[in-house]
C-alpha cells in the first residue's frame, strides 16, 4: 500500500502520455490491482496482464466497480513470454515492472515483439542515477529498496541497447525524480 501512494504521481504520468499517444489497442503489463485502469482514456482498450492472480481479482473488481467499460481484459500471463500475436497493440506500458521481473531485456524484447512497428513502449521505474543528489539518497536509502520495490543498482542499460534503441523521451517524475519515464518508438 505504500508503495502504490508512493508511485502514484509516476503512474499518473505515464497513463497521462499513453492517453496522448496515437492507436487505441495498449496493454498494461504489470497491471496489478489496476490502479491505473481508471486513468485510461475511455475509447482506448485496454488489456492488462500479470503473473498474480490475487491482484488480479482486485483489478476486475475494480473495474467492475468503476465500470471501465474501456477495460477489455484482465489476464493472468508472463510478461517475458506473453500469448499475444505480434504486433496486438500500438502502446505497451510498464510501470514499475522492469526492475522486478527476472529478465528485464527479455521484457523488453517480448514488449517489443506485441507492439506495432511503429508503435510506443513506456517504461515507469526506478533507474539508477549517476551523480548528484539523487545518487546519494539512492545510496542512503539502499536499505528501504526492498520494502520500497526499487532496486537503487538498476540501469537503463540493464533493460534495453541503447546502441540499438533510441530512447525517444526521458522525463524524471516525482518523488525527487527517483522515478522516470522512459519511452521508446518500437522499431526505431
Known amino acids: ?52 492472480r490475487d491482484m488480479l481479482k482486485k483489478a476486475r473488481q475494480r473495474v467492475e466497480g468503476q465500470k471501465l467499460t474501456h477495460v477489455q481484459g484482465l489476464l493472468e500471463m508472463d510478461a517475458e513470454n506473453m ?28 514488449m517489443s515483439r506485441v507492439v506495432r512497428p511503429g508503435g510506443h513502449l513506456l517504461f515507469m521505474n526506478h533507474f539508477a542515477a549517476e551523480g548528484g543528489f539523487r545518487w546519494w539518497l539512492e545510496r542512503t536509502m539502499a536499505p528501504l529498496s526492498r520494502v520500497l520495490g526499487w532496486h537503487p543498482d538498476f540501469m537503463v542499460t540493464d533493460l534495453l541497447d541503447p546502441e540499438t534503441t533510441r530512447i525517444e523521451a526521458r522525463e524524471a517524475c516525482p518523488p525527487f525524480g527517483l522515478f522516470t519515464l522512459v519511452r521508446v518508438r518500437n522499431g526505431g
Open 83 to 110: 500469448a499475444f500475436a505480434s504486433g496486438s497493440f500500438d502502446v505497451a506500458a510498464a510501470m514499475f515492472v522492469a526492475s522486478v521481473v527476472p529478465d528485464a531485456k527479455k521484457l523488453y524484447a517480448e
Open 1 to 52: 500500500m505504500a508503495f502504490g501512494g508512493v508511485s502514484a504521481i509516476g503512474r499518473r504520468r505515464a497513463v497521462e502520455v499513453v492517453n496522448m499517444l496515437p492507436g487505441n489497442r495498449v496493454l498494461e503489463v504489470g497491471v496489478g490491482t489496476g490502479l491505473a485502469l481508471p486513468q485510461y482514456r475511455r475509447n482506448l482498450d485496454v488489456v492488462g496482464i500479470d503473473l498474480s
